[in-house]
Each structure stands twice: as C-alpha cells, then as structure tokens.
C-alpha cells in the first residue's frame, strides 16, 4: 500500500474527528456566512508527485477552497429554490459515503439494498398521500428525474404508432403540449433527441396566472386530431408557484389518449399539508412525476425521485435497460434500478431522505411546508407596507416574486439586486414576469425565521437608500 494511504488508514479517526469538527464549524456558524462570495482560486494549481495526505489536503481546503464557500444552505438564501440539509438528512448522506455501496439490485447476488430505496420510495408514497400504483426511483436531480419520465413518454408515443423509438431512433413528429415548463423540461426534449424548439405552448389562465387554460388545452388537443401526445404540466412554477389544474386535466385523460407529466419539483410537498393539499387534488392520475428531495425535503444535493406508473415499467426498460435482452420477469424478483434509468453505478442516495423521513416524521414536513408559506407570506405582507416595492403575484405558496414599485424603476432593478446580494447578507434571483423585471425569494429552508424576515426587510431598505432610489 502508498506509504500515505497507510498513514492515512492509520489516522482514520483523528482525520474523520477533524472533518466532523469542521463541518460543525461551518454549521453552528451558519447564520454568520455570507451569502455571496467574491473570493476566487486561481484553478491551474499543479499536481504534486507526492500526496499531502488527509489532513494537509484540509488545511489547504480550508485556506484555499473554504473562502469560496457561501451559507446557500442557510436561512437567508432565497435564490433558486434552495433546502438546507436538516441534521438526519446529513447524517444519512454521510453513512451513505461511509457504506459505499452501489445501489442498483434487489436480487442476492447484486446485492439487495435497491431494497432501501424501495423502502424510502413506500415512505414518500405515504408522505404525499400517493396511491402504490407509481413505482419511483433516486436520481440526482429533478432535471435528471424530468429526463426519467419524459424519456419513459416518449417510448409511450412510439408504442403508440406501433414503433420502438429506443431500439430505432425517432422516426416520428413527438406531439408535445405544455404552458409554462421548468427550463429543465426544455432541456430534456434536447437531451432526449426531441428538439427543444418542438412542442406547443399553451395559453396560460388570463389574468395574474401562470397555470395552463384547460380550454386551449382542449382546443389544441383537438387540432391533433386523435393523435397521441405528451402533456408536461406544472405544479409550482418557478415564479410564482402556480399549479395546472389536475382534476380537470384528469377528466381530459378519460376522453383523450396522452402521456400526463407532472414537474412537481418543489410544490409536489404541498400534498403533506392539509392547508395546501388542494393544489395537488388530483395528480394521481398522471403518469409520471418529477420531485427534487434537496429542495423542500431539506436533503443534501444532489436527490431527486421519479415516480412512474407501474403500469408502465416496460416502456421504463425499454428505454434505460442496459441489457440486450428486454427484462420482463417479476420487478420485485429481478428489479435492477440501472435497467429503469439513467444511471448504472449510483450511490445509496437514498439514504438521506430515509433518515429524514424517520427522523422528523409526517409532522416534521408538514410544519417545515407550512413555516415557508407562512415565511413567504409575512415577507410579502412586510415588503408591501415599504414604499418602495411592489408584488407582481399574490402568494400562493412558498414563493415571492416581486419588484421596485413603479416602471420607472425598471432600469434599477439588476442593480438593486446585485447591490443586495453583495452585501451577502439574504441572497435572491432575478426573474422576468409578465415582461417585467422582478426578483424571486424562495421559501424552503428550514432553519428560516420571522427574525430573518426582519434581517431582510433592513437589508432591503438599506440598499434602497445606498442606490438613492
Ligand atoms: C429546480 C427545478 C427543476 C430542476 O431541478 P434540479 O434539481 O436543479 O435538476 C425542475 N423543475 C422545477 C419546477 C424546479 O423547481
């Protein structure tokens, strides 16, 4: 063995005691880190013949690498849509490193932890109140799960006209239908050889709303004329957290033939509160759904779960299996995760959320679900008494998107954000909304407080003043 491997093995305590230290220190100190950074390494540092070892190799991190680091998973880092990491969920991510198994098999010889994931799947399924039928799995992100779901569809719109799009490429125009899709969405009809410029918008609701009109819905389904197509709908928009209406877009699903997509994200976690369930009433009859786990469940990057109806698991292995021979035999039996997505080799990720989900229960999420809306809600209310701001959408869940009051202040307004962020005290992200420019606070972190509002609203007022605006 290298002499500095063996060292290091020796030392392993010590080594791994120094990191919990240090992650501690960043933890406990969480409040006090700035939001932004404007340190930067110079990249082109050499290799060296000779390895630093454990240790060495963290003083460096900390003098070189540390400065870079910014309080993202802190209670003022509204940008995005960014969780923190609560206590179990870091627990499980670190185990999982620890362990270091591969996840992919629940049969002996590959190994049967596909089990845990299994487990953690059943978990979720109970936390959002979703019925057996979906059978999911983790990916790193909610991108990737999108890049899941939407590769399973398009599998489904060849079978549709008797082809097979995986074995044989595309051959076919894809009928795709959405009104306001994440980016993400638009990625992965690159990625998935559909063409990102090649599906239909649809109108969205008149009026301050970004959810889909279900009678344009219904115009251009009827334009294709009887032909398949893939539905990609929304529930919780990046901007303002608006929800397609499920329940009607059920009904459609009895008289038309479509694959119906959900991109839950983050607002799929309004299902575990009684408060907010009814944006999801009736998501069940979707065919797939994307849910990032290091948004709202408050996990490490990177986590993210698919759920696909059962129903559809050989659409699911034609598409992923990394076998030449299709597998068709009992999932529970034979399942192995690397034939159903992306991924082959993949870590125990699920993990951190199965510690989350037994750590802080049904309620745990619940009331970290509710303290954002309630969070998102009293800045929105605080930000409305100032003269200087105003709401470009009422508040319907975790989200505020907002502005300088007055289309004169339109040209201020990348400035007024940049001046806020660099003051590394609250951190947002710029939007446009109904061709205004506007800035984007996200609440799901759960060690944010009304206290940090008050943090906020001081932050905001003073860099008003600072601008002279
Ligand atoms: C964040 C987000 C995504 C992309 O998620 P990643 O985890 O960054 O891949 C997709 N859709 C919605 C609605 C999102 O909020």
Not at 33 to 50: G, V
Not at 198 to 207: D, L, P, Q, S
Not at 298 to 321: D, G, R
Request: charge should be negative; glycine fraction near 6%.
């Amino acid at each position: 063995m290298n002499s500095i491997l063996q060292h290091d093995l020796n030392d392993l305590e010590n080594i791994l005691n120094q990191a919990k230290q240090q992650g501690l220190d960043f933890l406990n100190n969480l409040e006090n880190i700035p939001t932004s950074s404007k340190n930067r390494i110079d990249p082109t540092r050499n290799l060296s013949e000779l390895g630093l070892g454990s240790l060495a190799a963290l003083e460096e991190f900390k003098e070189r690498l540390l400065p870079l680091i910014v309080a993202s998973p802190g209670p003022r880092y509204l940008g995005f849509v960014t969780g923190g990491s609560t206590p179990a969920s870091i627990v499980g991510d670190w185990l999982a490193t620890v362990y270091d198994q591969n996840t992919q098999a629940v049969h002996a010889q590959g190994g049967v932890l596909a089990l845990i994931e299994f487990e953690t799947i059943n978990l979720l399924l109970q936390l959002l109140d979703l019925p057996k039928t979906f059978s999911g799995g983790f990916v790193t992100g909610a991108t990737m799960s999108n890049f899941t779901c939407l590769g399973t569809a398009r599998q489904w719109f060849g079978a549709q006209l008797g082809k097979d799009f995986a074995k044989n490429g595309i051959t076919e125009t894809i009928n795709i239908l959405t009104a306001t899709p994440h980016s993400s969405s638009i990625k992965t009809l690159s990625m998935l050889g559909i063409g990102s410029n090649n599906y239909t918008t649809i109108k969205t609701i008149e009026g301050n709303r970004e959810a889909i009109d279900i009678a344009d819905l219904e115009h251009n389904i009827q334009n294709l004329n009887g032909k398949p197509f893939i539905l990609i709908s929304s529930a919780g928009t990046v901007n303002t957290a608006d929800f397609d209406d499920f329940e009607a877009i059920a009904k459609l699903k009895e008289k038309y033939t479509f694959w119906w997509h959900i991109d839950a994200a983050f607002g799929g976690f309004a299902a575990v509160s009684n408060k907010f369930k009814h944006l999801v009433e009736g998501w069940e009859g979707a065919d797939s759904i994307t849910i990032d786990c290091h948004k709202w469940l408050n996990v490490p990057y990177e986590s993210a779960f698919y759920l696909i109806k059962e129903k559809h698991m050989n659409l699911q292995i034609e598409t992923f299996q990394n076998s030449n021979a299709p597998y068709l035999g009992n999932p529970l039996e034979n399942f192995n995760y690397l034939n159903v997505l992306p991924e082959n080799s993949r870590r125990l990720r699920a993990l951190p959320v199965w510690f989350s989900l037994l750590a802080y229960g049904k309620e745990g999420f619940q009331d970290i679900v509710e303290d954002s809306a309630a969070l998102a809600l009293h800045f929105a209310n605080e930000l409305i008494e100032e003269d200087n701001f105003e709401l470009l959408a009422p508040i319907r869940l975790n989200n505020v998107c907002f502005t300088l009051k007055g289309d004169h202040n339109q040209q201020n307004v990348s400035q007024f954000l940049t001046s806020l962020n660099d003051k590394g005290k609250v951190f947002m992200t710029p939007t446009v909304y109904q061709n205004r420019k506007g800035i984007r606070a996200s609440f799901v972190n759960w060690r944010t407080t009304e206290n940090d509002i008050k943090i906020i609203i001081e932050e905001l007022k003073e860099t008003i003043l600072d601008l002279d605006i």
